[in-house]
């Protein structure tokens, strides 16, 4: 059974940055069928998409978010990252991981997702 | 970017009812468009892909319809399990991916 779990620091100071790492067990990172994202969630809203990463290191960003997101991968890990910068408390959120059906494809499994809080 | 838009907001409803739920896309999206299902604390569960396809594992009492820019998800009769928030998802393109602002589905 394929399993996300995400993990970091649930506490970031304003302007510094955001590291948060998906570990995927159960299925491998390298298959050709499958890309691998991040989704996240502020308290009580809806869901916004981060960006999307194929095991060979081709990426989509959300171009809102393009300028401080990072989204790389290791595949002798097993897992996939995601680096924001310069967050504000506007980046307070539930982020989540999961496996992306295929290049345009719907997000099939779902990290526990972790609440990580912007404050000084 | 292509907006989605989700009515209504919020639903009341009692077990056994038939519960649809519209989303709309600001533009064709083809039938690339997924629902979920979110729980309090939980992460979002994908219940259709396609449109139209039942994700392996959902009931059948789940069912969704629509191409282009209208689809609906329906739920036949409303358990009491089903009482969440729905939301749907376009991935025509990824400029970028986006959902809509959710359902919530509440006990009547």
């Known amino acids: 059974q394929l399993q996300l779990q995400e993990s970091g620091p649930g506490l970031v100071k304003p302007s510094e940055t955001l590291s948060l790492t998906c570990t995927v067990s159960?299925?491998?990172?390298?298959?050709?069928?499958?890309?691998w994202g991040w989704i996240r969630q502020p308290p009580g809203k809806g869901l916004e998409w981060i960006g999307t990463?194929?095991?060979?290191?081709?990426?989509y960003y959300n171009p809102s978010l393009k300028s401080r997101v990072t989204i790389s991968v290791d595949t002798s890990k097993n897992q996939f990252s995601l680096k924001l910068s310069s967050v504000t408390a506007a980046d307070t959120a539930v982020y989540y991981c999961?496996?992306?059906?295929?290049?345009?494809?719907?997000?099939?499994?779902w990290g526990q997702g972790t609440l990580v809080t912007v404050s000084s | 970017d292509i907006q989605m838009t989700q009515s209504p907001s919020t639903l009341s409803a009692s077990v056994g009812d038939r519960v649809t739920i519209t989303c709309r896309a600001s533009?064709?999206?083809?039938?690339?468009l997924a629902w979920y299902q979110q729980k309090p604390g939980k992460a979002p569960k994908l219940l259709i892909y396609?449109?139209?396809s039942l994700e392996s594992g959902v009931p059948s009492r789940f069912s969704g319809s629509g191409s282009g820019t209208e689809f609906t998800l329906t739920i036949s009769s409303l358990q009491p399990d089903d009482f969440a928030t729905y939301y749907c998802?376009?991935?025509?393109?990824?400029?970028?991916?986006?959902f809509g602002p959710g359902t919530k589905v509440e006990i009547k």
């Open positions: 396609k449109a139209s």
């Open positions: 999961a496996r992306v059906r295929g290049v345009y494809g719907p997000d099939d499994y």
């Open positions: 533009q064709s999206i083809s039938s690339w």
């Open positions: 998802q376009q991935y025509n393109s990824y400029s970028p991916r986006t």
């Open positions: 159960g299925g491998s990172i390298s298959s050709s069928s499958y890309y």
């Open positions: 990463i194929y095991y060979s290191g081709s990426t």
